[in-house]
T-cell receptor, first 115, second 109 residues
Framework: GAVVSQHPSRVICKSGTSVKIECRSL??????MFWYRQFPKQSLMLMATSNEGSKATYEQGVEKDKFLINHASLTLSTLTVTSAHPEDSSFYIC???????????FGPGTRLTVT | SQQGEEDPQALSIQEGENATMNCSYKTSINNLQWYRQNSGRGLVHLILIRSNEREKHSGRLRVTLDTSKKSSSLLITASRAADTASYFC?????????FGEGTQLTVNP
């Protein structure tokens, strides 16, 4: 089946620094990738949708200058949390959809802790 | 905004019993999907039911979809302790998935 990987799985960073999270589709080409955030004991909230080669579409309330998304190839999307603060600490999950497919394939998530 | 609402929020049952979780939504959908998430882990895709389908089975899972009532249910039969997890429904409008709030299922051995 389709596999999506995320790296790193866990990251701890200091307040004010930037962190990059990678999302890769391993055995299919992902024309669309999605980034979600999940706070403890809550559901997944869609942050943004990215299509390969074009700018990401951000959900209302998500700062595009703070959460930089790059979908430069059909197998890789990156999320950079800039100037991270403790309130950005969360579980970040990406997913990918291949062309014409119904299903989204989810990565294992990245636990970000900002101290 | 989240359009899926799930009930119950939490469900605690004994091993061997059946567990039923419900999901309601508000807008038109292409399909509805159910996922499981163990604490602190990623999502596991369980089943997808299309808008023109009414019922689907996969092993011990049975999903129903009533588009007139905009609701779906997930039934897990003969539950096991390993089924303990959070279960989420997600509606697919074609361009995005919108997740419900989830049901925390605890299966006691």
């Amino acid at each position: 089946g389709a596999v999506v990987s995320q790296h790193p799985s866990r990251v701890i960073c200091k307040s004010g620094t930037s962190v990059k999270i990678e999302c890769r589709s391993l055995d299919f080409q992902a024309t669309t990738m999605f980034w979600y955030r999940q706070f403890p004991k809550q559901s997944l909230m869609l942050m943004a949708t990215s299509n390969e080669g074009s700018k990401a579409t951000y959900e209302q309330g998500v700062e595009k200058d703070k959460f930089l998304i790059n979908h430069a190839s059909l197998t890789l999307s990156t999320l950079t949390v800039t100037s991270a603060h403790p309130e950005d600490s969360s579980f970040y999950i990406c997913s990918a959809r291949d062309l014409g497919g119904d299903e989204q394939y989810f990565g294992p998530g990245t636990r970000l802790t900002v101290t | 905004s989240q359009q899926g609402e799930e009930d119950p929020q939490a469900l605690s049952i004994q091993e061997g019993e059946n567990a039923t979780m419900n999901c309601s939504y508000k807008t038109s959908i292409n399909n509805l999907q159910w996922y499981r998430q163990n604490s602190g882990r990623g999502l596991v895709h369980l089943i997808l039911i299309r808008s023109n389908e009414r019922e689907k089975h996969s092993g011990r899972l049975r999903v129903t979809l009533d588009t007139s009532k905009k609701s779906s249910s997930l039934l897990i039969t003969a539950s096991r302790a390993a089924d303990t997890a959070s279960y989420f429904c997600a509606t697919d409008s074609g361009s995005r998935l919108t997740f419900g709030e989830g049901t925390q299922l605890t299966v006691n051995p």
